[in-house]
């Protein structure tokens, strides 16, 4: 079962409006290499991509979940467009072996982020 993502970054190429996450898969990762996450604000969404232009959406195609954006525009108000969550951030309680995600629901955060630094997995709690 794939969590739903609720994503609040609104500069990232694959952010849809009602906080909707566009990418086929999202990776949450440590926000540094060589430490273990002890809180929200150390972790972050790899797959965020900067919005800046044309060539930034061009740049981020591979990795777009096209079923589920054409679900959302075929079905007025549908808010079902869920990526797949790779999470190597094994110090959240909600990591599980494989690198899955076990929350329901998780909310990436980082309004106007310019890098991957700048956003984070809200949801994270320490195991």
């Known amino acids: 079962m794939k969590p739903k993502v609720i994503c609040h970054v ?3 190429t694959h952010f849809l409006p009602g906080d909707l996450c566009g990418a086929a898969n999202i990776d949450i990762l440590h926000e540094e290499e060589s430490k273990m996450s002890n809180t929200a604000e150390q ?11 044309i060539t930034d959406y061009l740049g981020s195609m591979d990795n777009v979940n096209w079923g ?3 679900n959302t525009i075929l079905t007025a108000g549908s808010k079902e467009v869920y990526p797949s969550v790779t999470c190597i951030v094994d110090s959240c309680n909600f990591w599980s072996l494989g690198n899955l995600c076990h929350a329901d629901a998780i909310e990436v955060t980082g309004q106007s982020a310019k890098e991957c630094q ?3 997995c809200h ?4 195991k």
Do not use: P
């Open 10 to 12: 609104n500069t990232c």
């Open 43 to 53: 972790t972050e969404c790899k797959t965020f991509y900067h919005r800046q232009g």
């Open 118 to 120: 700048d956003t984070n």
């Open 68 to 70: 589920g954006i054409a």
């Open 123 to 126: 949801t994270f709690v320490h």
